[in-house]
């Protein structure tokens, strides 16, 4: 007998994406929330850009492997087309196609998903959100230090145990190579890019990948720079440079570095940097001046950033940025100056998860209304309704018609619920309602396994209240 039943689609996700369910989209609403006005405190105001963009406006503009990693289709109308991967290029395209309404200097700020097909890893997906904080319109330093006060005060704001913002300059990365021989821009950006993967693969290989090459772990060859042994020594002294302030790192690559016009200009643009920093109260322990900070995008052009966790390094970089003064140009005869920074919200949140080593609650929802057979749905939908107007999050239990109160009150626990009002025909006649603590409840039943004395535990935190001190017994409750 043959059966009627349509053949199932296996449920499962695309290798490189992820599923973002309520505790993990809820920790991200609520990090937009609190971004949001710290960058509106700074003059940035919204943008949205679409999903896709024709390939032409993002080819060439990462580098190589940024081209690599594009997603690319056809249009219905048979026009080449990709995802965007990242917000940055996007926001150089408006400010050449949008010139009128766009009036420099102009801060905007954005949030939304970009993609890049990049091997998947810890941390690591091909679909991942950025919260992104843009100037346009100026070359002035004092810019590149607000984005970088953004930075340290956004860490904070998302409760980071720690953070370090590592300050590097192109300028000055391209000064020491340009003295090292190396002036062709295509080798420059191949050796920025491997110096980029210092943090991932350790000196030894970049300096192999920075000579005749390396075998990677995949046993596939990497093709090398094929810089000579001088050279490479000049790059990893470079490198190397540490200091004690911000100013003790620039007074060391002074020392350590051969002098030219082009590293002195960028020295002196760094210790202005240093300064405005100063100003903006972004303290030594919050942003340090690291020699060995690259990005590997090809379109950064001065100050370049990124922020890391010291107590997740398995995370890598959480924020980037950096000044891109040349971007704009691709789609305009007009220069137009731009620095920025970037948040990649996925994985910082994932980390900040991993170091807070607890489960987030994943519900808005401050009191659950245990409901009762034979009670009117009516007076505990009045209960809710008095508690949201009150601004207090309420959920009515309208799960298993025969949950019993244990049911319901697991149902609170399992969400993070820490509030429960349990009321039934008798409590409804006299006027009175049960205020359970369920965080109290639970902590009391903690180690106990007598069932009698679990069950007795489990009546701590609770009281009676009468129906007028609803809202007053709530948020006595909460502000605990």
């Known amino acids: 007998m043959s059966s009627n039943r349509p053949t199932l689609v296996e449920p499962r996700t695309l290798k490189g994406f992820q599923d973002f369910l309520p505790a993990r989209a ?9 971004l949001s006005p710290l960058v509106e405190r700074y003059g940035f105001v919204p943008v949205e850009t679409p999903v896709l963009e024709h390939l032409d406006t993002l080819l060439g503009t990462g580098g190589e492997n940024t081209n690599k990693e594009l997603f690319r289709f056809l249009s219905p109308e048979e026009d080449p087309i990709a995802m965007r991967f990242d917000l940055t290029v996007p926001f150089a395209r408006l400010l050449a196609q949008y010139p009128e309404k766009l009036k420099t200097p102009f801060r905007r700020y954005a949030v939304g998903p970009v993609f890049r097909a990049d091997k998947p890893g810890p941390g690591r997906y091909r679909q991942f959100t950025q919260f992104d904080f843009d100037h346009a319109g100026t070359n002035d330093i004092a810019v590149d230090a607000e984005i970088c006060a953004i930075m340290t005060e956004a860490m904070k704001a998302l409760g980071a145990p720690s953070q370090r913002l590592h300050i590097n300059s192109r300028k000055i990365v391209d000064a020491v190579l340009a003295g090292c021989g190396i002036a062709e ?22 300096r192999a990948e ?6 990677d772990e995949s046993g596939d060859k990497i093709s090398g720079v094929g810089l000579d042994a001088v050279a490479i020594e000049a790059i990893e002294r470079f490198l190397e440079v540490t200091g004690a302030t911000r100013l003790g790192v620039l007074d060391a690559l002074s020392n350590s570095t051969a002098t030219s016009k082009a590293l002195d200009e960028a020295l002196a643009e760094m210790r202005d ?8 109260g972004v303290g030594e322990a919050d942003a340090i001046f690291d020699p060995s900070l690259a990005r590997g995008l090809d379109y950064y052009t001065g100050p370049v950033f990124e922020m890391k966790l010291p107590s997740a390094p398995q995370f890598g970089t959480v924020m980037g940025g950096g000044r891109y003064d040349g971007l704009v140009s691709r789609f305009s005869h007009q220069a137009i100056a731009a620095t920025g920074g970037s948040i990649g919200l996925d994985r910082l949140l994932a980390a900040l998860e991993e170091l807070r080593g607890t489960p987030l609650p994943s519900t808005h929802v401050q009191v659950l209304i245990v409901t009762f057979r034979g009670v009117e749905r009516r007076k505990y939908l009045e209960l809710a309704t008095e508690l949201r107007r009150a601004g207090i999050a309420a959920e009515v239990y309208f799960g298993k018609r025969k949950a019993s109160i244990t049911d319901q009150l697991s149902h609170a626990n399992l969400l993070g619920i820490p509030i429960a009002i349990i009321a039934g025909s008798d409590e409804f006649d006299k006027g009175e309602l049960s205020i359970k603590d369920l965080g109290e409840g639970a902590a009391a039943r903690e180690g106990i396994d007598l069932r009698d004395a679990y069950r007795e535990a489990g009546k701590v935190g609770q009281r009676t209240i009468s129906r007028a001190e609803l809202i007053s017994s709530v948020r006595e409750l909460l502000d605990r």
């Open 26 to 34: 809820r920790q991200r609403n609520e990090a937009i929330a609190k």
């Open 273 to 280: 940097l240093a300064g405005c920093l100063d100003c903006l």
């Open 210 to 215: 920075l000579g005749p090459g390396r075998m």
């Open 185 to 206: 821009l295509d080798r420059q950006r191949h050796v920025l890019r491997v110096i980029d993967k210092l943090d991932k693969v350790g000196l030894d290989a970049v």
